[in-house]
């Protein structure tokens, strides 16, 4: 991903709004949340051997499953530091959109953030299969990859950019399942080939739709309801605990389970920072992100099942959760042979999604 002038005047803009030295030679935001939607100061360090203050970018609604996953992450970090590290959440991209965090996280401006491995695909990591639509076809089949040697790969590549992954389980899973909310019914490839389906600034996802004649466009996430609402885009793919709290379903009444990819939320940190806490502070981190994973794949289940409830009882919503989406994948075989054949996949995706 290319740093442009305006990627390089955002970040400006963002270090101006929220720099602030910190150790470890990176910064953090300056300002954080108070009551009545003003803002306060606060410093990184209040004072030598004090607390640390680091800032997690989310594009989510704090009140969205994932949000509250997000801040029982923060809660965890201040239980396990016993205090000396305190996380503030800034949701509903806040800090920018995906690939302005990114870009900043790397200069220090932002300390940490969470969401797909797609946008580090500019930075050398091999990220590409976080977005290539209908290419796995479980989650299972993911899982076995990602802990394996493509998953320290992944982390390698994650470090000599500066970054560092931090829930090292790579369970964390988004969704549990997506989900097209779209304006009309879809039921078949033609159906949404006549849609305009929002993507996110993805290349690899984009490219693959459109070899299936799909039109997509690049809107952000916090950005989608207006979009459906004024007929930008006709559909937008999304995990099934954002129907909801995105309100897609009021703008999107068509909701189709279309499992595009097996989404892993990635908890990713600046390296200097990480590397400037204390070895017990970091193993705190880890361990809160692990454990925020794991509350968060043990309530998922139900959480989506009383929305999905709520929903239909309020009218209105028609769930298809039974679609066959094995015909995108059908449709995308030849496709990612094609790429495979090019070297477009690393060997270890070849050989075992059977792609030579």
Aim: charged letters at 20%.
């Amino acid at each position: 991903m290319k740093k442009t002038l305006a990627m390089v005047l955002a970040a400006g803009m963002v270090a101006t709004m929220l720099g602030g030295c910190s150790s470890g030679g990176s910064s953090t935001p300056a300002t954080t949340a108070a009551a009545g939607g003003t803002t306060q100061a606060a410093s990184n360090t209040a004072a030598s051997g004090d607390v640390v203050k680091l800032s997690l970018a989310t594009k989510v609604a704090a009140d969205s499953f994932e949000g509250k996953s997000f801040q029982d992450f923060a809660d965890l970090v201040k239980e396990y530091t016993n205090g000396t590290v305190e996380v503030t959440v800034y949701p509903s991209e806040q800090l920018g959109d995906s690939t302005t965090v990114v870009s900043n996280m790397q200069l220090g401006t932002v300390d940490m953030y969470c969401e797909g491995g797609i946008f580090y695909l500019g930075y050398g990591v091999d990220t590409g299969i976080c977005s290539y639509p209908f290419l796995f076809d479980s989650w299972d089949k993911y899982e076995e990859i990602v802990k394996g040697d493509f998953g320290k790969l992944q982390e390698q590549q994650l470090e000599s950019a500066g970054f560092k992954l931090i829930n090292t389980n790579r369970d964390w899973r988004r969704g549990p399942y997506y989900v097209t909310c779209s304006t009309k019914p879809i039921t078949s490839v033609a159906d949404l080939k006549a849609m305009r389906l929002r993507s996110a600034d993805s290349p690899v996802f984009m490219e693959a739709m459109k070899s299936l004649g799909v039109t997509t466009t690049v809107v952000n996430y916090s950005e989608c309801y207006m979009a459906l609402q004024q007929g930008q885009v006709d559909a937008v793919n999304c995990p099934i605990s954002n129907v909801e709290s995105m309100a897609f379903y009021e703008v999107g009444p068509y909701v189709t389970r279309m499992d595009c990819y097996p989404a892993e939320l990635w908890m990713v940190m600046n390296l200097n920072k990480f590397n400037s806490l204390t070895a017990d502070q970091q193993d705190a981190l880890i361990r809160a992100a692990n454990d925020a994973a794991t509350h968060s794949n043990e309530t998922i289940d139900k959480e989506v099942d009383d929305m999905i409830a709520r929903l239909e009882a309020k009218g209105g919503v028609t769930f298809d959760l039974d679609f066959d989406d094995s015909i995108f994948a059908d449709a995308l075989k030849d496709y990612y042979k094609g790429l495979a054949a090019k070297g477009e996949f690393n060997e270890i995706i070849v050989k075992e999604l059977g792609l030579n």
